[in-house]
């Protein structure tokens, strides 16, 4: 690289629940910088999921926190050109990389959901994930597949 990496920028925790992780997962459900209406319906969403839970020893936001963990991919395909080919190579993630890609997985399968509002949506994916169901673990399970089919060519990783 030309310059030096960015600096990570210190996140502060959300005013409700105290944690970090749940402002990230709001910067990125956040629409054209409408943060407080990406925490509304983050909160929302807690609180639906606060309802329908079959567990009730965890916590919503625990429940949030087990979905998350199920979207997780471990492996993923990269590609890279040897001589004239290009070959997909799986490679182990970073665990910075695993949280923001399900992060924004997650987002993107709540947003193509059907349910009448955002929080809704997103109550109904939580839900879903935590079961290890839904269109978001799919992925990472493709994602999984993806590496496994690859695996062939993980000699080419260096």
């Known amino acids: 690289m030309r310059k030096r990496a960015a600096k990570k920028r210190v996140l502060l925790p959300d005013p409700k629940f105290n944690d970090q992780l749940v402002t990230r997962f709001v910067n990125n459900l956040m629409w054209a910088g409408k943060k407080s209406v990406a925490f509304k319906v983050f909160y929302d969403a807690i609180a639906i999921v606060e309802e329908k839970k079959e567990d009730d020893e965890k916590t919503a936001l ?20 040897v001589g ?24 993107l399968y709540t947003r193509k ?14 839900l879903a994930a935590a079961k ?10 493709d994602t999984h597949k993806m590496a496994e089919a690859n695996k062939a060519f993980s000699h080419f990783r260096f």
Not at 93 to 98: G, S
Not at 134 to 139: E, Q
Request: proline share 4%; charged share 30%.
């Open 84 to 107: 004239g080919a290009t070959f997909q190579i799986p490679m182990q993630i970073r665990p910075d990389r695993k949280v923001s890609m399900a992060i924004k997985w997650m987002i």
């Open 113 to 126: 959901r059907n349910e009448k509002t955002m929080a809704q949506r997103l109550a109904a994916e939580i």
């Open 62 to 81: 625990e429940v949030w926190k087990d979905a998350l963990s199920n979207v997780m991919p471990q492996v993923e395909v990269r590609s890279r050109r």
């Open 132 to 141: 290890e169901e839904g269109a978001a673990v799919k992925k990472r399970v």
